[in-house]
């Protein structure tokens, strides 16, 4: 933010530069990586796909260099998740200083959850986030709506082969709730009836009142598994861990390898998975 009148007068000037990025190709913005990974799968190759937030990054707290803000002003259109921090924070300016740069809300349709933004960590919203990048695409260049939706098709195949793959796994003994710091998984727990407890309190730092109120529970529900993102602090997730003798499991739902990651959480829920 405190280059953000410095950038104002610049906005008009970056997006007449041209949108063409390294590779020669035309630029599409994305937030984060999972998204990156949606919008190429649909998108194919005639187009660069860049991630505002980078990886290693947390999306709730980030703040761009103007740099980034340069890449932004060269890229056709920007396809937002529909309201994590980073959004929150900048899409308001962003749309200031790029007035003509379409800015796509991926979630519309998608039913949401006391307005918790992390919308992907599910096949079935991943697949309406596929659509909507697929109806925005075929608006912005009508010369390869065929393709786009020969595309989606391919996704929405791959999509259910995911939810597929998930409940076959969680089928053959899983644990039906675990601990998380952030509350990243709530939308994967919702579509396979599991129970997350989440350790930040209001996205704050945990009360020692929480704390306990969790350990109780996770006690008294035999929880064994405790999910942490590298981008968090640990201290929490470690402390309760030594309460419970459960195993720390780090997890990656900001990962570029949405596919592999989805998999990976549901194979550390099986029982005896560590």
Request: proline share 5%; charged share 25%; net charge negative.
């Amino acid at each position: 933010m405190r280059f953000y009148l410095f950038f104002l007068p610049l906005a008009a000037m970056l997006l007449s530069c041209g949108s063409a990025g390294e590779s020669g190709k035309p630029m599409l913005a994305v937030t984060m990586e999972p998204y990156r990974f949606i919008v190429e799968a649909v998108a194919g190759d005639k187009w660069q796909v860049v991630s505002m937030v980078p990886k290693g990054s947390s999306p709730e707290t980030f703040d761009p260099s103007p740099g980034r803000m340069m890449t932004l002003g060269r890229c056709r259109a920007y396809f937002m998740t529909g309201g994590i921090g980073f959004e929150q924070s900048w899409g308001v300016k962003i749309a200031e200083m790029f007035p003509s740069l379409p800015m796509i809300d991926t979630s519309e349709g998608i039913e949401r959850i006391h307005d918790d933004p992390h919308l992907w960590t599910s096949p079935d919203n991943m697949s309406l986030i596929a659509r909507n990048v697929c109806n925005a695409l075929c608006r912005l260049d009508s010369t390869d709506i065929d393709g786009y939706v020969s595309r989606l098709s391919d996704v929405e195949t791959m999509l259910c082969a995911v939810d597929s793959t998930i409940r076959a796994r969680l089928a053959t003994g899983a644990d039906s709730c675990f601990v998380v710091f952030h509350p990243s998984l709530t939308y994967f727990a919702r579509l396979y009836g599991l129970r997350q407890m989440v350790l930040e309190e209001h996205g704050k730092e945990p009360s020692a009142s929480h704390i306990k109120h969790t350990v109780d529970e996770a006690r008294r529900l035999g929880v064994g598994k405790i999910f942490i993102q590298a981008e968090f602090d640990k201290k929490h997730a470690e402390s309760i861990a030594r309460e419970l003798n459960a195993a720390i499991i780090t997890i990656d739902p900001l990962s570029y390898n949405w596919r592999g990651e989805m998999l990976n959480i549901a194979d550390q829920l099986k029982n005896g998975k560590e």
